[in-house]
């Protein structure tokens, strides 16, 4: 009995002698259940694998994680075709985990096991895992002959199945490589999608083979606006602009992000911002004339005519894009189209009549029916901007809710109508706008605050809906619209950590939600991003 006793005060000293270790557990998102045990897991290049090597998915999780862990631990760490003794990482797909995201994961001293119900849940273990695992190990020239992971047991599942982010490369093209790295830093934050602006009136940045000159002419602007697009009068850097990714970068990067469970989404906007499409084919629009691809931002009155050769170039676009992201959804834009053209056109006329069209807000509506009509048979649904939904849609689309001020009220009859709704409202997931009162950094942003706590604050289900209904809200985003966005390095300015609390509104649930908890979590979190060499702002270290 004393003896129990004696073990037990020991037991507890330990413990509480060990703050260190168990303070790295600094998990973001949130787990959604969490329970520090005692000791440690000393992780070295002894230390083996054991899962179902025929399962190909879960081969390239595991891979993934050697390769991170070669660097460090100066050797791969080997599979194993039995369990050890002990010292060993083991993993098993399991349908007892209820959601396709989900893991349990237990670290003890003896051994970590991860069951999952996906190699998806598989590979957010993983991340939770090089979450709780000294940030240093991110420096891969850091090599140690062992890491340790404190005991723990987590079982985790997201509250939303799409956790999004937006990048719009048209206004400022990024390289490939940006975008890698932007599928590294999601996905570790268990981000599960890329959305990528790829088309605007500022530059089309998509290789279609059939129409060659979206290449030689929509790709590129003679040159970009320096200052604020409010700035009167307006100044231009006179440096040419542009790129575009040909199909063979873009289907390397989509595999790329599956191996990283992120799916690209591509988003061709229509029927507005076409101008970088009319600068090449000016046949497309109502009132063909010489257009140039735009420095100048804002919204543009010459968009794409409903005669039927538009649809007939939309649709030879859509058919190359398919066939390069195999995703089950494609983003058509929709927002932001004024009517002034097609009011005076005789051929949008002549479509309003033949489709018994009450105006031009139905042949918006029109407009985007065609188009999700055609992806459909294609095997894919169609994204949308909250506009869509003007003038009715056909079931099956899923809108993406910007417009803040429109309110709840809308957003919520439209759950009610049983369309599927991603949350990406201005206020606050509009990540263009500055992220804090200091300036110096980023000079030049869209005008307007979203702090930090703003955007973790958000619960993107409004409250008025429950059940059937508030399950509608499939999910969450945060966008980044690049008008003053030139480069990879303001781009992470601005995204993190913001899109730390982006991906804690969308993994974990509201209750569970605390801002002190969260910062706290963030210090230890973000010496992962220090390694990485990431340029975040530390405006939340103030
Ligand atoms: C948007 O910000 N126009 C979707
Ligand atoms: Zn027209």
């Known amino acids: 009995m004393k003896k129990i006793l004696f073990c037990g005060a020991i037991i507890v000293l330990i413990f509480a002698i060990s703050p260190l270790l168990s303070a790295q557990v600094a998990i973001i998102p949130k787990p959604a259940k969490i329970t520090i045990l005692e000791g440690k897991f000393t992780l070295h290049k ?17 891979d993934l ?11 791969e760490i080997n599979y194993s075709p039995k369990k050890t003794e002990s010292g060993y990482i083991e993993l098993t797909l399991d349908s007892t985990v209820l959601n396709k995201d989900g893991y ?18 598989a590979f957010y273990a993983f991340q939770t895992l090089r979450q709780m695992l000294p940030a240093e190990i991110e420096n891969q020239t850091a090599v140690q002959k062992s890491w340790e992971i404190p005991a723990v047991e987590i079982e985790d599942s997201p509250r939303f199945e799409y956790r999004g982010f937006m990048l719009d490369v048209a206004r400022h093209f990024q390289p490939v490589e940006v975008l890698k790295r932007y599928v590294d830093l999601l996905s570790f934050y268990k981000i599960n999608n890329l959305h990528l602006h790829l088309t605007d009136d500022q530059g089309w940045r998509i290789e279609i083979k059939k129409y060659p000159k979206l290449q030689q002419i929509s790709a590129w602007r003679k040159e970009s606006m320096v200052g604020h697009s409010e700035d009167k009068p307006r100044k231009y850097d006179g440096i040419r602009h542009g790129g575009y990714y ?15 469970f992120i799916t690209i989404i591509p988003e061709i906007e ?9 600068a090449a084919y000016p046949e497309l629009t109502c009132f063909p004339r010489t257009f140039e691809v735009t420095p100048d931002y804002g919204v543009f009155e010459d968009v794409y005519c409903t005669r039927e050769s538009t649809f007939t170039f939309l649709e030879d676009v859509l058919s190359e894009v398919v066939e390069i992201f195999p995703g089950r959804m494609i983003h058509i834009g929709g927002d932001e189209c004024p009517k002034t053209r097609w009011k005076t056109c005789p051929s ?7 489709e018994k069209l009450k105006d031009e807000n139905e042949l918006q509506s029109y407009f985007i029916k065609r188009i999700q009509k055609f992806l459909n048979g294609k095997g894919r649904n169609i994204i949308g901007w909250d506009e869509i939904m003007e003038g009715g849609l056909a079931p099956g689309a899923t809108l993406m809710y910007w417009r803040t001020w429109l309110g709840d009220k809308h957003i919520a009859e439209a759950a009610r109508a049983d369309f599927k709704i991603i949350m990406s409202p201005l206020d606050p997931l509009y990540f263009n706008l500055y992220e804090n009162e200091e300036r110096v950094i980023t000079p030049l942003a869209y005008p307007g605050l979203i702090p930090l706590n703003k955007v973790y604050n958000y619960n993107p289900v409004p409250v008025q809906l429950t059940g059937k209904d508030a399950q509608n809200i499939i999910g969450v985003q945060a966008n980044l619209w690049s008008e003053y966005v030139t480069d990879g390095q303001s781009a992470e300015y601005m995204t993190f950590p913001r899109a730390c609390a982006l991906a804690e509104i969308g993994w974990s649930s509201d209750e569970s939600k605390n801002y002190d908890d969260f910062i706290r979590r963030l210090k230890i979190n ?12 530390k405006y939340f270290l103030k």
């Open 104 to 121: 349990v994961l237990r670290v003890t001293p003896a051994k970590i096991e991860i069951k999952a119900r996906s190699a998806a849940g």
């Open 246 to 260: 040909s199909q063979e970068q873009l289907k390397d990067l989509v595999s790329y992000a599956q191996e990283h």
């Open 46 to 62: 002894y230390t083996t694998l054991f899962f179902d090597q025929t399962n190909p998915e879960l081969k390239r999780v595991i």
């Open 526 to 537: 973000t010496k992962h991003l220090d390694e990485l060499h990431v340029n975040y702002s």
């Open 348 to 354: 949008c006329q002549q479509r309003i009549q033949q």
């Open 65 to 75: 994680f050697r390769i991170f862990l070669k660097g460090p631990l100066g050797a």
């Open 270 to 278: 229509l029927p507005g911002h076409s101008t970088a499409a009319l």
